[in-house]
């Protein structure tokens, strides 16, 4: 039986439970999958965390997945370009106990219908994943975005290149699949 899918803020309660499952040793399953190319995880301490990392996680551009009312992620957004109307979205399931279930999906496609009514003069919401990444490109594609573009080669992880690759919907394309 599926289970149900919010998107909503933070409640502080979780923010113990939020820092267990993002800090899960010095290799979280979670880190390689989410820019693992990115040399920026570093194991903190919970203090640390409530001092340096709360303030990100209770701003309005980022919200907790929440399965059965159980903290399991958070989607996020962020401008690229306030004054032109960028704004891209992102998503991380940081307990791998939720992955391959359509959860994902379901929490992005919440979370880009909330991004579209918070920003009425929105026409674009814009994904950046990496082609490592097979299940955040079917997951973007099953829910309506659009593949943009490629970027070859940009992404080396593991003696390996890797293309970033750009997804986007527009708002009457969003509107369309209502």
């Known amino acids: 039986m599926k289970k149900e899918v919010t998107v909503k803020k933070i409640d502080k309660t979780d923010f113990e439970h939020l820092y267990s499952i993002i800090y899960q040793g010095e290799s979280p399953k979670w880190k390689k999958w989410n820019g693992p190319y990115f040399d920026d995880y570093k194991v903190i301490d919970y203090e640390t965390f409530l001092k340096t990392e709360i303030d990100f996680f209770k701003s309005d551009d980022v919200n907790g997945i929440y399965i059965d009312e159980i903290l399991v992620g958070t989607v996020s957004r962020y401008w ?19 992955w391959y279930s359509g959860y994902g999906s379901k929490a ?5 219908t909330k991004t579209f009514n918070d ?16 299940s955040m ?3 973007a ?9 490629r970027i070859r ?26």
């Open 80 to 98: 690229q370009d306030r004054k032109t109307r960028w704004l891209e979205v992102g998503i991380v399931i940081y307990d791998s106990n939720y």
């Open 137 to 139: 490109m079917k997951s």
């Open 119 to 134: 920003f009425s003069e929105l026409e674009h919401v814009g994904l950046t994943t990496w082609s490592g990444n097979i």
């Open 108 to 112: 992005l496609k919440i979370w880009t």
């Open 141 to 149: 594609e099953k829910i309506g975005y659009k593949l943009e573009g």
């Open 153 to 178: 080669k940009v992404r080396y992880h593991m003696n390996e290149y890797f293309d970033s690759i750009k997804y986007g919907v527009l708002r009457e394309e969003w509107e369309s699949l209502k």
